[in-house]
């Protein structure tokens, strides 16, 4: 079984800068596709990022892309999410996730989630 935790949401201005980690534990970890989602109040969930088992295959929703760079070290079981230039409709509870290696979908695993607040 997987377990994962995030780490390292806060509060921060717009056009800051936050990195978000998860540290996950398992048997099979570093075979296991990953993704970051987010979900503020009253939205759905939104998948962020995610990132193959090796890293050579990487996708990122359009809202993100240019800004935000998903990325693993499976040697620590670690998969990180920088955020940069955070705009306040960035503010959500993100979550990292096990996800299909196909289509991304969150499959079997989450976070308990850390909260990222941006505004001014």
């Known amino acids: 079984q997987v377990q994962l935790v995030e780490s390292g949401g806060g509060s921060v201005q717009p056009g800051g800068s936050l990195r978000l980690s998860c540290i996950a534990s398992g048997y099979t970890y570093s075979a296991i596709c990953m993704g970051w989602f987010r979900q503020a109040p009253g939205k759905k969930r939104e998948g962020v990022a995610g990132?193959?088992?090796?890293?050579?295959?990487?996708y990122y929703a359009d809202s993100v892309k240019g800004r935000f760079t998903i990325s693993r070290d499976n040697a620590k079981n670690m998969l990180y999410l920088q955020m940069n230039s955070l705009k306040p409709e960035d503010t959500a509870m993100y979550y990292c996730a096990t996800v299909g290696c196909i289509g991304w979908s969150p499959v079997g695993y989450w976070g308990q989630g850390t909260q990222v607040t941006v505004s001014s």
């Open positions: 990132i193959s088992t090796g890293g050579g295959s990487i």
